[in-house]
């Protein structure tokens, strides 16, 4: 049975899409841009404030499944420029501590302009 997680701790779908599902005890979440919650914008344009507020915004979605990133199984990272990697990874790795398997790959936009998603998918 599938489950839809949601919570306004994150920022809203900005498409037919949910934040996240639970099927089979495993949770994949859509993929999060630097949007803040509580304001609804991009609020920081520099590659390490992105990564804070893409961070903060899958935590909150590990929260509301019941899980943790010591659980993430696998990431992938998309960066509107890979000449971020190095800054974007250094924020990366103080939540990934159990490094799940990733992909990172540079892409030529992404939505709100902004300069990193990320989705997951996390055992529950």
């Known amino acids: 049975m599938m489950k839809v997680i949601h919570t306004n701790k994150a920022p809203e779908a900005i498409g037919p899409?949910?934040?996240?599902?639970?099927?089979?005890?495993?949770?994949?979440?859509?993929?999060?841009?630097?949007?803040?919650?509580?304001?609804?914008?991009?609020e920081h344009h520099t590659i390490e404030g992105q990564?804070?507020?893409?961070?903060?915004?899958?935590?909150?979605?590990?929260?509301e499944a019941g899980t943790g990133f010591?659980?993430?199984?696998?990431?992938?990272?998309?960066l509107k420029e890979m000449s971020d990697f190095v800054s974007f990874n250094e924020i990366y790795g103080r939540f990934f501590i159990n490094k799940p398997a990733r992909s990172c790959v540079?892409?030529?936009?992404?939505?709100?302009?902004?300069?990193v998603e990320i989705e997951l998918i996390a055992a529950i």
Not at 51 to 63: F, P
């Open 51 to 63: 990564t804070e507020q893409v961070m903060k915004n899958l935590e909150a979605l590990l929260q």
């Open 17 to 42: 899409y949910s934040q996240a599902i639970i099927y089979n005890d495993v949770l994949y979440t859509s993929g999060q841009i630097a949007i803040n919650p509580e304001s609804g914008k991009v």
């Open 70 to 78: 010591d659980k993430v199984i696998k990431t992938t990272c998309f």
């Open 106 to 115: 540079a892409v030529k936009q992404l939505p709100k302009d902004v300069l």
